[in-house]
């Protein structure tokens, strides 16, 4: 085996892989908060704006009825 062999196998079996799992790690975990914001974003947005423009007006309505049954508004 000579010096070039060697070097090849010290940096592919050790160095290498003393590298991958750090950044596999790095990468699951990156990977994993992208997932987590996805779905979150998901939750944000699952309702169509026309959606809730209606649960406004309807919310609206009912506190204006509220206001004028209690005599503040005209």
Known sequence: MD???VA??????KWM???????SKQVK???DGLVDRLRELEDRYAKA???LTRQVEEHGKK???HLRRMGLSG
């Open 8 to 13: 090849y196998i010290v940096v592919r079996d």
């Open 49 to 51: 704006l026309p959606d």
């Open 3 to 5: 010096a070039t062999e």
């Open 17 to 23: 892989a003393s590298i991958e799992d750090p950044a």
């Open 29 to 31: 975990r990156l990977t």
């Open 63 to 65: 506190v204006e009825d």
